[in-house]
């Protein structure tokens, strides 16, 4: 949270765009993680190229080991930062032990097919948010109260008719 405060203040005053450096293994590590933790699919579709407009990840879709292979074969130096070996935190026992263990026992391609699974998600998300923003528009009433404060009501009619996955989407963004 802290980093993106600050790039999102970066962002407001010095550039209208930060690009970041995850790539598609992190995106698997961050996939497996929200899985881990119990994500809907909205989670499940894993990060985005573009966050609030704002962050970009252009390297979202290449491999770690394609970027290491261009940076090695072009002769770039780069840094590692070394805490990203150090298992206290999960991410990195995900991608240090659990991952290599998947690939290992169950799926060599896992890393490219959460990838792929994710990629899937944040399709159909997308045309689930299309149907919610119209079920939102037609179960529910917003409007202020006597102190200006906002108040969001349901109109069960038309709630209660909803497909549940929708329900939960509407009632989310309620």
């Known amino acids: 949270k802290l980093r993106y405060d600050f790039f999102a203040e970066a962002a407001h005053s010095q550039a209208e765009k930060i690009a970041v450096a995850h790539n598609a ?5 961050e996939v497996l993680l929200r899985l881990v933790r119990g994500a809907g699919s909205k989670g499940l579709a894993g990060m985005a190229m573009i966050r609030d407009n704002r962050i970009i990840r252009p390297l979202l879709d290449i ?10 074969d072009k002769n770039i130096p ?3 930062d070394s805490s990203n070996m150090d298992r206290r935190y999960r991410r990195n026992r995900v991608r240090l ?3 290599p263990q998947l ?3 169950f799926n060599p391609r896992i890393k490219q097919t959460l990838c792929q699974t994710a990629a899937i998600l944040r399709d159909e998300n997308e045309v689930l948010e299309h149907i919610s923003d ?10 202020r109260d006597a102190a200006g404060e906002l ?3 349901i109109a069960l009619p038309h709630f209660t008719r909803l497909e549940t996955a929708i329900k939960r989407r509407v009632l989310e963004r309620a």
């Open 151 to 153: 108040v969001v009501s």
């Open 63 to 72: 491999p770690g080991t394609a970027i290491m292979q261009y940076l090695h």
């Open 97 to 99: 032990d659990l991952l």
């Open 25 to 29: 293994d992190d995106q698997a590590e």
């Open 134 to 143: 119209q079920a939102y528009e037609e179960a529910v009433i917003e409007s």
């Open 103 to 105: 690939a290992a026992d």
């Open 78 to 80: 780069y840094m590692l």
